[in-house]
């Protein structure tokens, strides 16, 4: 079993520039996770997915933030215009959602983002 | 809402000696809680849940916690600590919303090892 697979692993861009996370979930799993670290806020819940559809994107900062799920294995979170705020590490976890062992999150290495 | 507060930002421990982690959760029903460990510049890794069938929960590593509904808390323990624990340590707690589960994260605790 592969985990959960995140790219790029790191990333350093300019201001301004568009910015795009990958994530590959745990294949079967039905839910997915996007969280943003950081030394000032912990561990932030971005947004989740199950079986592909947003459920909650309560914490999604703003506007210039979006997540995609256009398949069961893939997912996208999109960054335009980045700002060095927006500098953190980025995680994605999937869990297996309503069909087992329900609230259970497996963790990816994390995307780390450094907004120049 | 449910929340959980982990008591200790840093723990300082000598290799070999036990290692306490204190978790302390609120919740409007019976929880299901968890441990996450983080070594530096490295994901999340699970190292127990607690799901009310047991509550004396053993996880990896030599890692176990203890659900005590009386005292709301969950704290992790260690008999012997190894240099290779000192990492961050993450007191979780699941929630069920409209659509799905979501976990809230405690603040962490720092696990320092000492020779």
């Known amino acids: ?14 201001m301004g520039q568009e910015v795009t996370l990958r994530c590959k979930p745990i ?29 909650d994107d309560s914490g999604m900062p703003e506007d210039r ?15 335009q215009p980045s700002e060095p705020r927006d500098s953190a ?28 | 809402a449910q929340s959980v ?28 809680l968890f441990w996450y460990v ?8 699970l190292l127990l849940k607690y799901t009310s069938a047991a509550t004396l929960v053993k996880g990896i590593n030599g890692f176990e916690a203890e659900f005590k509904k009386s005292e709301t808390s969950f704290h992790l323990t260690k008999p012997s600590a190894h240099m290779s624990d000192a990492a961050e340590y993450f007191c979780v707690v699941s929630s069920f919303t409209g659509g799905g589960n979501k976990l809230t994260f405690g603040t962490g605790t720092q696990l320092k090892v000492e020779l």
């Open chain 1, 1 to 14: 079993d592969a985990g959960v697979i995140q790219s790029p692993r790191h990333e350093v861009t300019e």
């Open chain 1, 27 to 55: 294949s079967g799993h039905n839910s997915l996770f996007w969280y943003r670290q950081t030394m000032m806020r912990g561990l932030e819940l971005l947004i989740y997915f199950n079986n592909n559809v947003p459920i």
């Open chain 1, 65 to 79: 933030f979006s997540a995609k799920m256009p398949n069961a294995s893939f997912s996208t979170l999109k960054i």
């Open chain 1, 89 to 116: 590490v980025y995680f994605c976890a999937s869990s297996l959602g309503l069909a087992g062992d329900f609230d259970t999150q497996y963790f990816g290495p994390g995307t780390r983002l450094t907004v120049l």
């Open chain 2, 5 to 32: 507060t982990q008591l200790d930002s840093h723990v300082s421990v000598s290799e070999g000696t036990p290692v306490l982690l204190r978790c302390n959760y609120s919740s409007s029903y019976s929880p299901s």
């Open chain 2, 38 to 45: 983080q070594h530096p510049n490295k994901g999340l890794q």
